[in-house]
């Protein structure tokens, strides 16, 4: 009866597709055995419609990665790589990025922008983007 937002430590890679044993650092390999991202999409995400939206971090990149792909019931769940911990590497001072989600009073759109609290300005146009909940 609700809407359902997962998070995650280790679920999306930077391409947009699930971790994979072939990707850099995977759960099942770097994490004792746990499920991989495809292997939690495949078993539990794409299977129940009121599931909506997966957050993770876990792989190192500047900017927000969205990808929406349809569960097994017809619903669109939004998949959400944040993960700024390389965008400080080198710099004297840290970004301090936040990814802060609007939700509309309706429920039916959710606004994303990516904030630096350190610097006062937002990331790049690539992480600031509004979606659709189906």
Same mark, same amino acid.
């Given at each position: 009866?609700? /809407?359902?937002?997962?998070?995650?430590?280790?679920?999306?890679?930077?391409?947009?597709?699930?971790?994979?044993?072939?990707?850099?650092?995977?759960?099942? /390999?770097?994490?004792?055995?746990?499920? $991989?991202g495809d292997q939690m999409w495949?078993?539990?995400?794409?299977?129940?419609?009121?599931?909506?939206?997966? @957050?993770?971090?876990? &792989?190192?990149?500047d900017h927000i990665v969205c990808?929406?792909?349809?569960?097994?019931?017809?619903?669109?769940?939004?998949?959400?790589?944040? &993960?700024?911990?390389? @965008?400080?590497?080198?710099?004297?001072?840290?970004?301090?990025?936040?990814?802060?989600?609007?939700?509309?009073? $309706?429920?039916?759109?959710?606004?994303?922008?990516?904030?630096?609290?350190?610097?006062?300005?937002?990331?790049? &146009? /690539?992480?600031?983007?509004?979606?659709?909940?189906?």
């Amino acid at each position: 009866d609700h /809407k359902v937002i997962i998070t995650t430590h280790t679920y999306l890679f930077r391409d947009g597709t699930t971790f994979d044993r072939d990707d850099a650092y995977p759960a099942s /390999k770097s994490q004792g055995g746990v499920n $991989d991202g495809d292997q939690m999409w495949d078993k539990f995400v794409s299977k129940y419609e009121n599931i909506f939206l997966v @957050m993770s971090g876990h &792989d190192p990149w500047d900017h927000i990665v969205c990808t929406r792909t349809e569960g097994e019931n017809g619903n669109v769940v939004t998949q959400l790589l944040i &993960d700024a911990q390389n @965008m400080d590497s080198g710099l004297k001072d840290c970004t301090g990025m936040v990814a802060m989600l609007y939700f509309s009073e $309706d429920g039916k759109t959710v606004t994303v922008r990516y904030y630096s609290v350190t610097r006062n300005q937002y990331g790049s &146009d /690539k992480s600031q983007f509004t979606f659709t909940v189906e």
